[in-house]
Protein backbone atom coordinates (compact mmCIF):
# COMPACT_ATOMS: atom_id res chain seq x y z
CA UNK A 1 0.00 0.00 0.00
CA UNK A 2 1.09 3.44 -0.82
CA UNK A 3 1.55 5.76 2.21
CA UNK A 4 -0.31 8.97 1.59
CA UNK A 5 2.25 11.86 1.16
CA UNK A 6 1.60 15.47 2.41
CA UNK A 7 1.27 18.07 -0.35
CA UNK A 8 4.30 20.26 0.94
CA UNK A 9 5.93 20.86 4.28
CA UNK A 10 3.76 23.88 5.07
CA UNK A 11 0.90 21.64 4.36
CA UNK A 12 2.43 19.65 7.66
CA UNK A 13 3.59 22.17 9.48
CA UNK A 14 0.08 23.95 9.52
CA UNK A 15 -1.60 20.59 10.81
CA UNK A 16 0.95 20.23 13.20
CA UNK A 17 -0.30 23.85 14.47
CA UNK A 18 -3.81 22.93 13.90
CA UNK A 19 -3.29 19.68 16.52
CA UNK A 20 -1.28 21.42 18.64
CA UNK A 21 -4.04 24.56 18.94
CA UNK A 22 -6.90 23.94 20.54
CA UNK A 23 -9.17 25.41 23.10
CA UNK A 24 -6.75 25.63 25.85
CA UNK A 25 -4.40 27.53 23.86
CA UNK A 26 -7.63 30.39 24.81
CA UNK A 27 -8.26 30.25 28.19
CA UNK A 28 -6.24 27.79 29.67
CA UNK A 29 -2.88 29.24 29.38
CA UNK A 30 -3.81 32.51 29.81
CA UNK A 31 -5.63 31.86 33.11
CA UNK A 32 -2.36 30.23 34.22
CA UNK A 33 -0.28 33.01 33.40
CA UNK A 34 -2.34 35.43 35.53
CA UNK A 35 -2.41 32.86 38.29
CA UNK A 36 1.35 32.22 38.47
CA UNK A 37 2.99 35.50 38.32
CA UNK A 38 1.90 37.05 35.12
CA UNK A 39 5.28 38.06 32.85
CA UNK A 40 7.38 35.98 35.19
CA UNK A 41 5.63 32.49 34.13
CA UNK A 42 6.84 32.93 30.90
CA UNK A 43 10.63 32.06 33.07
CA UNK A 44 9.15 28.35 33.69
CA UNK A 45 7.07 27.99 30.91
CA UNK A 46 9.94 28.64 28.24
CA UNK A 47 12.34 26.55 30.63
CA UNK A 48 9.58 24.08 30.00
CA UNK A 49 9.22 24.47 26.39
CA UNK A 50 12.90 24.22 25.78
CA UNK A 51 13.91 21.37 27.85
CA UNK A 52 10.67 18.92 27.32
CA UNK A 53 8.35 20.06 25.40
CA UNK A 54 10.92 20.78 22.18
CA UNK A 55 12.95 17.68 22.59
CA UNK A 56 9.55 15.38 22.96
CA UNK A 57 8.61 17.12 19.68
CA UNK A 58 11.38 16.07 18.00
CA UNK A 59 11.22 12.74 19.26
CA UNK A 60 7.44 12.03 18.38
CA UNK A 61 8.26 13.64 14.64
CA UNK A 62 11.44 11.63 14.48
CA UNK A 63 9.98 8.72 15.18
CA UNK A 64 7.42 8.43 12.94
CA UNK A 65 9.24 10.31 9.99
CA UNK A 66 12.49 7.62 10.37
CA UNK A 67 10.17 4.36 11.15
CA UNK A 68 7.83 5.64 8.55
CA UNK A 69 4.58 4.49 10.72
CA UNK A 70 1.82 5.47 12.91
CA UNK A 71 2.39 5.23 16.53
CA UNK A 72 1.89 1.51 16.99
CA UNK A 73 3.97 0.47 13.95
CA UNK A 74 6.77 2.76 14.75
CA UNK A 75 6.77 1.36 18.12
CA UNK A 76 6.73 -2.11 16.84
CA UNK A 77 9.42 -1.60 14.69
CA UNK A 78 11.91 -0.50 17.77
CA UNK A 79 10.41 -3.41 19.93
CA UNK A 80 7.37 -5.67 18.83
CA UNK A 81 5.87 -6.24 22.14
CA UNK A 82 5.95 -2.66 22.68
CA UNK A 83 3.18 -2.34 19.82
CA UNK A 84 0.59 -1.94 22.46
CA UNK A 85 2.16 1.53 23.50
CA UNK A 86 1.22 3.20 20.58
CA UNK A 87 -2.31 1.34 20.44
CA UNK A 88 -2.70 2.60 23.97
CA UNK A 89 -1.83 6.43 23.33
CA UNK A 90 -4.40 6.36 20.00
CA UNK A 91 -7.24 4.64 21.77
CA UNK A 92 -7.76 6.33 24.69
CA UNK A 93 -7.08 9.81 23.01
CA UNK A 94 -9.65 8.49 20.35
CA UNK A 95 -12.29 6.87 22.66
CA UNK A 96 -11.76 8.96 25.62
CA UNK A 97 -10.43 12.79 25.07
CA UNK A 98 -11.65 12.79 21.32
CA UNK A 99 -15.44 11.68 22.47
CA UNK A 100 -15.60 14.59 25.39
CA UNK A 101 -13.40 17.26 23.63
CA UNK A 102 -16.41 17.37 20.77
CA UNK A 103 -18.75 18.06 22.91
CA UNK A 104 -17.25 20.91 24.20
CA UNK A 105 -16.82 21.61 20.48
CA UNK A 106 -20.64 21.59 20.07
CA UNK A 107 -20.85 23.99 23.40
CA UNK A 108 -18.58 26.66 21.15
CA UNK A 109 -21.26 25.95 18.44
CA UNK A 110 -24.51 26.66 20.28
CA UNK A 111 -22.31 29.80 22.35
CA UNK A 112 -21.11 31.56 17.91
CA UNK A 113 -25.11 30.75 17.38
CA UNK A 114 -26.45 32.11 21.03
CA UNK A 115 -23.64 35.50 20.33
CA UNK A 116 -25.89 37.11 17.71
CA UNK A 117 -28.08 38.02 20.29
CA UNK A 118 -26.59 37.75 23.46
CA UNK A 119 -28.66 34.58 24.30
CA UNK A 120 -27.13 33.80 27.07
CA UNK A 121 -29.46 36.74 28.95
CA UNK A 122 -27.86 38.91 32.29
CA UNK A 123 -26.73 36.26 34.30
CA UNK A 124 -24.70 33.17 32.17
CA UNK A 125 -23.80 31.26 34.75
CA UNK A 126 -27.12 31.01 35.60
CA UNK A 127 -27.84 30.30 32.22
CA UNK A 128 -24.95 27.70 31.28
CA UNK A 129 -25.01 25.38 33.94
CA UNK A 130 -29.37 25.55 34.72
CA UNK A 131 -30.52 26.56 31.05
CA UNK A 132 -28.11 25.09 28.72
CA UNK A 133 -26.74 22.62 30.62
CA UNK A 134 -29.16 21.37 32.95
CA UNK A 135 -27.04 20.09 35.30
CA UNK A 136 -27.59 17.25 37.51
CA UNK A 137 -26.39 16.85 41.30
CA UNK A 138 -24.16 14.13 40.73
CA UNK A 139 -22.57 12.03 37.77
CA UNK A 140 -24.77 9.11 38.84
CA UNK A 141 -28.10 10.77 37.56
CA UNK A 142 -27.22 11.12 33.78
CA UNK A 143 -30.63 12.49 33.13
CA UNK A 144 -32.00 13.54 29.79
CA UNK A 145 -30.22 14.00 26.86
CA UNK A 146 -29.63 17.95 26.07
CA UNK A 147 -30.98 18.67 22.32
CA UNK A 148 -28.78 21.86 21.34
CA UNK A 149 -25.67 20.19 22.65
CA UNK A 150 -26.77 16.63 21.03
CA UNK A 151 -27.47 18.61 17.49
CA UNK A 152 -24.12 20.45 17.30
CA UNK A 153 -21.96 17.29 18.49
CA UNK A 154 -23.44 15.98 15.40
CA UNK A 155 -22.53 18.86 13.39
CA UNK A 156 -19.05 18.93 14.62
CA UNK A 157 -18.56 14.87 13.95
CA UNK A 158 -20.12 15.47 10.65
CA UNK A 159 -17.23 18.12 10.15
CA UNK A 160 -14.95 16.01 11.05
CA UNK A 161 -15.61 13.13 8.97
CA UNK A 162 -15.53 15.21 6.27
CA UNK A 163 -12.44 16.64 6.59
CA UNK A 164 -10.28 12.81 7.44
CA UNK A 165 -12.84 10.98 4.80
CA UNK A 166 -10.95 12.99 2.21
CA UNK A 167 -7.50 12.16 2.95
CA UNK A 168 -4.50 13.55 4.43
CA UNK A 169 -3.55 15.98 1.76
CA UNK A 170 -6.66 16.46 0.07
CA UNK A 171 -8.52 17.05 3.41
CA UNK A 172 -6.63 17.33 6.57
CA UNK A 173 -4.11 19.96 4.60
CA UNK A 174 -6.46 21.66 2.59
CA UNK A 175 -8.74 22.40 5.54
CA UNK A 176 -5.37 23.09 7.52
CA UNK A 177 -4.52 25.85 4.70
CA UNK A 178 -8.30 27.38 5.39
CA UNK A 179 -8.48 26.94 9.32
CA UNK A 180 -5.04 28.02 10.61
CA UNK A 181 -5.13 31.69 8.51
CA UNK A 182 -8.62 31.83 9.25
CA UNK A 183 -8.09 31.39 12.97
CA UNK A 184 -5.14 33.77 12.97
CA UNK A 185 -6.93 36.53 10.90
CA UNK A 186 -9.71 36.38 14.14
CA UNK A 187 -7.60 36.05 16.72
CA UNK A 188 -6.03 39.13 14.81
CA UNK A 189 -9.27 41.46 14.94
CA UNK A 190 -10.24 39.99 18.25
CA UNK A 191 -6.71 41.40 20.02
CA UNK A 192 -7.36 44.75 17.78
CA UNK A 193 -10.64 44.76 19.14
CA UNK A 194 -9.96 44.18 22.45
CA UNK A 195 -7.19 47.06 23.09
CA UNK A 196 -9.47 49.50 22.14
CA UNK A 197 -11.78 49.09 24.85
CA UNK A 198 -11.74 51.14 28.27
CA UNK A 199 -9.95 48.97 30.93
CA UNK A 200 -7.86 47.02 28.58
CA UNK A 201 -4.58 48.19 29.94
CA UNK A 202 -5.76 47.45 33.64
CA UNK A 203 -6.85 43.87 32.19
CA UNK A 204 -3.08 43.42 30.24
CA UNK A 205 -1.42 44.17 34.04
CA UNK A 206 -3.14 41.58 35.78
CA UNK A 207 -2.46 38.97 32.98
CA UNK A 208 1.71 40.14 32.28
CA UNK A 209 2.50 41.95 35.29
CA UNK A 210 5.89 40.32 36.53
CA UNK A 211 5.51 38.56 40.58
CA UNK A 212 8.60 36.76 40.60
CA UNK A 213 8.08 35.67 43.66
CA UNK A 214 5.41 33.45 42.94
CA UNK A 215 7.27 31.02 40.61
CA UNK A 216 9.53 30.06 43.42
CA UNK A 217 6.60 27.39 44.27
CA UNK A 218 7.69 24.26 42.74
CA UNK A 219 4.08 23.57 41.70
CA UNK A 220 4.28 26.72 39.16
CA UNK A 221 7.40 24.57 37.46
CA UNK A 222 5.07 21.27 37.58
CA UNK A 223 2.26 23.32 36.00
CA UNK A 224 4.26 24.97 33.54
CA UNK A 225 5.46 21.48 32.42
CA UNK A 226 1.89 20.06 32.40
CA UNK A 227 0.65 22.77 30.31
CA UNK A 228 4.05 22.36 27.65
CA UNK A 229 3.03 18.49 27.38
CA UNK A 230 -0.50 19.25 26.78
CA UNK A 231 -0.79 21.70 24.65
CA UNK A 232 1.72 20.20 22.23
CA UNK A 233 -0.34 16.92 22.16
CA UNK A 234 2.53 14.93 23.27
CA UNK A 235 1.65 11.54 23.81
CA UNK A 236 -1.71 11.53 21.75
CA UNK A 237 0.37 9.78 18.65
CA UNK A 238 -0.48 12.31 16.53
CA UNK A 239 2.81 14.29 15.82
CA UNK A 240 4.15 10.32 15.20
CA UNK A 241 1.69 9.93 12.48
CA UNK A 242 1.73 13.25 10.83
CA UNK A 243 5.35 12.94 10.24
CA UNK A 244 4.97 9.39 9.18
CA UNK A 245 3.56 10.88 6.16
CA UNK A 246 6.12 13.49 5.16
CA UNK A 247 8.70 12.47 2.15
CA UNK A 248 12.19 11.27 2.81
CA UNK A 249 13.68 14.49 2.83
CA UNK A 250 12.28 16.91 5.64
CA UNK A 251 13.32 19.30 7.94
CA UNK A 252 12.43 17.85 10.87
CA UNK A 253 13.99 19.84 13.92
CA UNK A 254 13.04 23.12 11.99
CA UNK A 255 9.48 22.09 11.87
CA UNK A 256 9.69 21.38 15.58
CA UNK A 257 10.72 24.16 16.26
CA UNK A 258 8.12 26.31 14.44
CA UNK A 259 5.20 24.14 15.69
CA UNK A 260 6.34 24.68 19.21
CA UNK A 261 6.67 28.43 18.98
CA UNK A 262 4.11 29.30 16.91
CA UNK A 263 1.68 27.47 19.51
CA UNK A 264 3.10 29.09 22.46
CA UNK A 265 3.15 32.67 20.35
CA UNK A 266 -0.24 32.06 20.01
CA UNK A 267 -1.17 31.36 23.22
CA UNK A 268 0.42 34.49 24.59
CA UNK A 269 -1.50 36.66 22.07
CA UNK A 270 -5.19 34.89 22.63
CA UNK A 271 -4.52 35.79 26.04
CA UNK A 272 -4.02 39.13 25.45
CA UNK A 273 -7.59 39.60 23.93
CA UNK A 274 -9.04 37.32 26.69
CA UNK A 275 -7.54 39.63 29.65
CA UNK A 276 -8.34 42.96 27.65
CA UNK A 277 -12.07 42.08 27.68
CA UNK A 278 -11.81 41.00 31.68
CA UNK A 279 -10.27 44.60 32.20
CA UNK A 280 -12.87 46.22 30.53
CA UNK A 281 -15.73 43.99 32.49
CA UNK A 282 -13.52 44.93 35.63
CA UNK A 283 -13.68 48.57 35.23
CA UNK A 284 -17.35 48.97 33.47
CA UNK A 285 -18.55 46.79 37.01
CA UNK A 286 -16.57 49.21 39.49
CA UNK A 287 -14.45 45.56 40.43
CA UNK A 288 -10.85 44.64 40.63
CA UNK A 289 -9.71 42.32 37.60
CA UNK A 290 -9.09 39.49 39.92
CA UNK A 291 -13.25 39.28 41.04
CA UNK A 292 -14.06 39.13 37.17
CA UNK A 293 -11.80 36.44 35.81
CA UNK A 294 -12.52 32.32 36.23
CA UNK A 295 -10.58 29.39 34.90
CA UNK A 296 -11.55 27.11 32.21
CA UNK A 297 -14.35 26.29 31.17
CA UNK A 298 -16.23 29.48 33.41
CA UNK A 299 -14.04 31.76 31.92
CA UNK A 300 -15.22 30.49 28.35
CA UNK A 301 -18.83 30.29 28.97
CA UNK A 302 -19.70 32.44 31.75
CA UNK A 303 -16.94 35.36 32.29
CA UNK A 304 -16.91 35.87 28.98
CA UNK A 305 -20.49 36.26 27.90
CA UNK A 306 -21.35 38.58 30.61
CA UNK A 307 -18.03 40.87 29.54
CA UNK A 308 -20.37 40.53 25.79
CA UNK A 309 -22.99 41.53 27.43
CA UNK A 310 -21.76 45.20 28.47
CA UNK A 311 -19.55 45.55 25.73
CA UNK A 312 -20.44 47.55 22.16
CA UNK A 313 -21.09 45.49 19.28
CA UNK A 314 -20.43 42.46 22.07
CA UNK A 315 -22.54 40.06 19.86
CA UNK A 316 -20.44 40.53 16.79
CA UNK A 317 -17.26 40.19 19.45
CA UNK A 318 -18.58 37.11 20.78
CA UNK A 319 -18.88 35.64 17.61
CA UNK A 320 -15.30 35.99 16.19
CA UNK A 321 -14.31 34.83 19.99
CA UNK A 322 -16.41 31.67 19.73
CA UNK A 323 -16.30 31.26 16.07
CA UNK A 324 -11.96 31.11 16.79
CA UNK A 325 -12.49 28.13 19.41
CA UNK A 326 -14.59 26.08 17.04
CA UNK A 327 -12.33 26.20 14.26
CA UNK A 328 -9.45 25.56 16.92
CA UNK A 329 -11.18 22.79 18.00
CA UNK A 330 -11.90 21.06 14.94
CA UNK A 331 -8.18 21.43 13.62
CA UNK A 332 -6.87 19.38 16.68
CA UNK A 333 -10.22 17.26 16.77
CA UNK A 334 -9.43 15.82 13.50
CA UNK A 335 -5.66 15.04 13.85
CA UNK A 336 -6.81 12.78 17.03
CA UNK A 337 -9.06 11.08 14.65
CA UNK A 338 -6.51 10.70 11.97
CA UNK A 339 -3.77 9.19 14.69
CA UNK A 340 -6.33 6.28 14.99
CA UNK A 341 -7.40 6.09 11.84
CA UNK A 342 -3.35 5.65 10.26
CA UNK A 343 -2.91 2.99 13.07
CA UNK A 344 -5.54 0.78 11.96
CA UNK A 345 -4.72 1.27 7.84
CA UNK A 346 -1.15 0.95 9.00
CA UNK A 347 -2.02 -2.93 10.32
CA UNK A 348 -5.09 -4.12 8.89
CA UNK A 349 -5.02 -2.28 5.08
CA UNK A 350 -8.40 -1.00 5.90
CA UNK A 351 -10.02 1.14 3.42
CA UNK A 352 -10.19 4.92 4.47
CA UNK A 353 -13.41 5.76 3.44
CA UNK A 354 -15.40 3.16 5.00
CA UNK A 355 -13.44 2.96 8.13
CA UNK A 356 -13.44 6.56 8.65
CA UNK A 357 -17.51 6.65 8.34
CA UNK A 358 -17.35 3.95 10.87
CA UNK A 359 -15.60 5.77 13.28
CA UNK A 360 -17.45 8.70 13.53
CA UNK A 361 -20.14 7.22 13.77
CA UNK A 362 -18.75 4.99 17.14
CA UNK A 363 -17.17 8.49 17.94
CA UNK A 364 -20.95 10.47 17.78
CA UNK A 365 -22.34 7.40 19.65
CA UNK A 366 -19.44 7.75 22.44
CA UNK A 367 -19.71 11.40 22.68
CA UNK A 368 -23.51 10.93 23.72
CA UNK A 369 -23.09 10.51 27.49
CA UNK A 370 -21.77 13.66 27.40
CA UNK A 371 -24.60 15.78 26.38
CA UNK A 372 -26.97 14.57 28.68
CA UNK A 373 -27.86 16.29 31.85
CA UNK A 374 -24.82 14.61 34.25
CA UNK A 375 -22.11 15.24 30.78
CA UNK A 376 -20.29 17.87 32.31
CA UNK A 377 -19.38 15.70 35.47
CA UNK A 378 -18.33 12.38 33.04
CA UNK A 379 -16.37 14.66 31.37
CA UNK A 380 -14.44 16.10 34.17
CA UNK A 381 -13.62 12.74 35.76
CA UNK A 382 -12.94 11.28 31.82
CA UNK A 383 -9.97 14.16 31.26
CA UNK A 384 -8.67 14.42 34.98
CA UNK A 385 -7.62 10.28 34.39
CA UNK A 386 -6.94 9.99 30.90
CA UNK A 387 -4.70 13.85 30.62
CA UNK A 388 -3.24 13.00 34.25
CA UNK A 389 -2.73 9.36 34.11
CA UNK A 390 -2.89 8.02 30.55
CA UNK A 391 -0.68 10.89 28.86
CA UNK A 392 1.53 11.13 31.48
CA UNK A 393 2.34 7.51 31.45
CA UNK A 394 3.05 7.00 27.23
CA UNK A 395 4.93 10.51 27.77
CA UNK A 396 7.25 8.44 30.29
CA UNK A 397 7.17 5.15 28.12
CA UNK A 398 8.00 6.41 24.67
CA UNK A 399 11.08 8.31 26.43
CA UNK A 400 12.30 4.79 27.77
CA UNK A 401 11.35 2.75 24.41
CA UNK A 402 12.91 5.09 22.33
CA UNK A 403 15.97 6.35 24.81
CA UNK A 404 16.84 3.02 25.93
CA UNK A 405 15.88 0.18 24.15
CA UNK A 406 16.41 1.98 20.29
CA UNK A 407 19.69 3.35 19.03
CA UNK A 408 18.98 7.18 19.74
CA UNK A 409 22.43 8.49 17.39
CA UNK A 410 21.17 6.48 15.04
CA UNK A 411 18.10 8.99 15.02
CA UNK A 412 19.49 11.31 16.47
CA UNK A 413 22.10 11.24 13.23
CA UNK A 414 18.89 11.02 10.92
CA UNK A 415 17.67 14.02 12.37
CA UNK A 416 20.61 15.99 11.54
CA UNK A 417 21.22 14.68 8.16
CA UNK A 418 18.08 16.02 6.93
CA UNK A 419 17.30 19.32 9.08
CA UNK A 420 19.23 22.43 9.19
CA UNK A 421 19.50 22.77 12.64
CA UNK A 422 21.52 20.18 14.30
CA UNK A 423 20.74 18.21 17.39
CA UNK A 424 23.82 17.55 20.20
CA UNK A 425 24.17 15.35 23.00
CA UNK A 426 21.56 17.96 24.97
CA UNK A 427 18.96 15.99 23.20
CA UNK A 428 20.31 12.27 24.63
CA UNK A 429 20.42 13.83 27.72
CA UNK A 430 16.84 15.24 27.75
CA UNK A 431 15.26 11.92 26.35
CA UNK A 432 16.81 9.49 28.44
CA UNK A 433 16.80 11.44 31.79
CA UNK A 434 15.07 14.99 31.99
CA UNK A 435 11.89 14.71 30.66
CA UNK A 436 11.15 10.81 31.94
CA UNK A 437 12.06 12.75 35.71
CA UNK A 438 9.99 15.64 34.95
CA UNK A 439 6.87 13.38 33.85
CA UNK A 440 7.61 10.92 36.56
CA UNK A 441 7.27 13.66 39.18
CA UNK A 442 3.96 15.04 37.73
CA UNK A 443 2.70 11.29 37.89
CA UNK A 444 3.56 11.16 41.50
CA UNK A 445 2.39 14.30 42.71
CA UNK A 446 -0.82 13.32 40.88
CA UNK A 447 -0.66 9.65 42.38
CA UNK A 448 -0.55 11.34 45.90
CA UNK A 449 -3.26 13.92 45.18
CA UNK A 450 -5.51 11.38 43.93
CA UNK A 451 -5.28 9.14 47.04
CA UNK A 452 -5.14 11.88 49.68
CA UNK A 453 -8.66 13.24 48.54
CA UNK A 454 -11.25 12.42 46.05
CA UNK A 455 -10.49 14.41 42.83
CA UNK A 456 -13.67 17.11 42.56
CA UNK A 457 -15.11 15.82 45.93
CA UNK A 458 -16.89 13.26 43.58
CA UNK A 459 -17.47 10.08 45.21
CA UNK A 460 -14.87 7.40 44.91
CA UNK A 461 -17.35 5.02 42.98
CA UNK A 462 -17.61 7.14 40.73
CA UNK A 463 -14.07 8.28 39.91
CA UNK A 464 -13.73 4.37 39.89
CA UNK A 465 -16.04 3.03 37.67
CA UNK A 466 -15.68 6.50 35.22
CA UNK A 467 -12.49 7.54 35.17
CA UNK A 468 -9.99 4.37 36.52
CA UNK A 469 -11.92 1.83 34.50
CA UNK A 470 -11.74 4.28 31.55
CA UNK A 471 -8.36 4.13 31.87
CA UNK A 472 -8.33 0.30 31.87
CA UNK A 473 -10.39 -0.65 29.26
CA UNK A 474 -8.76 1.33 27.12
CA UNK A 475 -5.53 -0.16 27.95
CA UNK A 476 -7.13 -3.98 27.61
CA UNK A 477 -8.42 -2.71 23.91
CA UNK A 478 -5.07 -2.04 22.96
CA UNK A 479 -3.26 -4.99 24.22
CA UNK A 480 -5.92 -6.85 22.16
CA UNK A 481 -5.57 -4.95 19.20
CA UNK A 482 -1.75 -5.56 19.58
CA UNK A 483 -2.03 -9.18 19.66
CA UNK A 484 -3.96 -9.61 16.51
CA UNK A 485 -1.56 -10.49 13.76
CA UNK A 486 -0.54 -7.74 11.04
CA UNK A 487 -2.50 -7.61 7.34
CA UNK A 488 0.21 -5.46 5.97
CA UNK A 489 4.10 -5.87 5.14
CA UNK A 490 4.69 -1.99 6.91
CA UNK A 491 5.93 -4.30 9.75
CA UNK A 492 8.88 -5.50 7.58
CA UNK A 493 10.51 -2.53 6.24
CA UNK A 494 13.11 -0.98 7.53
CA UNK A 495 13.01 2.46 9.17
CA UNK A 496 15.02 5.71 6.52
CA UNK A 497 18.00 5.44 8.97
CA UNK A 498 18.34 1.80 8.02
CA UNK A 499 17.46 1.68 4.11
Request: aromatic fraction near 16%; glycine fraction near 10%; proline fraction near 3%.
Amino acid sequence: MERERWKSQLGFLLAAVGSAIGLGNIWRFSYMAYSYGGGAFLIPYLTALFTAGIPLLILEFGVGHERIGSAPLAYAKIRKNWEWLGWWAVTFVMFGIELYYVVIIGWCVNFFLLSFNLGWGNDPNTFFFKEFLQLSGTPAEVGMIRTPIFLAVAAVWFANWAIVYRGVAGGIEAANRIFMPLLFLLTLVMVGWALTLDGAREGLAAYLKPDFSKISKPKVWIDAYSQIFFTLSLGFGIMIAYASYLPRKADIVRNSFLTAFINSGYSLVAGTAVFAVLGFMAKSEGKAVADVVSQSIGLAFVAYPKALSIMPAGNLFGAIFFLCLVVAGISSSVSIIEAFTAAMIDKFGLPRKPFITVVAIIGFCGSVIFTTEAGLYWLDIVDHFLTHYGLVVVGIAECVLVGWFFRLDVLRRHLNRISSLQLGPWWNFCIRYFVPLVLGVILAGDLYNEVTKAYGDYSWTALILIGRDWVLLTLIAAFFIASRPWRTNHLATKGRAES
